[in-house]
Nanobody, 123 residues
């Protein structure tokens, strides 16, 4: 079992930066790769990026490459999504998710999910 709790997010203007954190209390967190997903109103949940359980590799969708950065601190049982140069199209509810061992772009493969955090970018 893994209980993920998210924090951060909020309302910013286009071009600004924002971060979302996701933490767990269980020490097994370090065995899980972490993904970030988002869901905009009226749209399907979308893969944003992921990070391996070791934190040695990340991947992102093209639309956020160079603007978003995923990192993790296994000593703190936390993963972070740093979002820079935000655009109005980044507005969505953002979710962190955990998958044992290898990451995936498929939301259906993730076992545990955070509660979601609203990110709103005004243009």
């Amino acid at each position: 079992q893994l209980h993920l709790v998210q924090s951060g997010g909020g309302l910013v203007q286009a071009g600004a930066s924002l971060s979302v954190s996701c933490s767990a209390s269980e020490p097994t967190f370090s065995s899980y790769s972490m993904g970030w997903f988002r869901q905009a109103p009226g749209k399907a949940r979308e893969f944003v990026g992921d990070i391996t359980w070791r934190g040695d590799n990340t991947e992102y969708i093209d639309s956020v490459k160079g603007r978003f950065t995923i990192s993790r601190d296994n000593d703190k049982n936390a993963v972070y999504l740093q979002m820079n140069s935000l655009k109005s199209e980044d507005t969505a509810v953002y979710y962190c998710a955990a998958k044992y061992y290898r990451p995936s772009t498929d939301a259906g493969e993730y076992e545990y999910w955070g509660q979601g955090t609203q990110v709103t970018v005004s243009s």
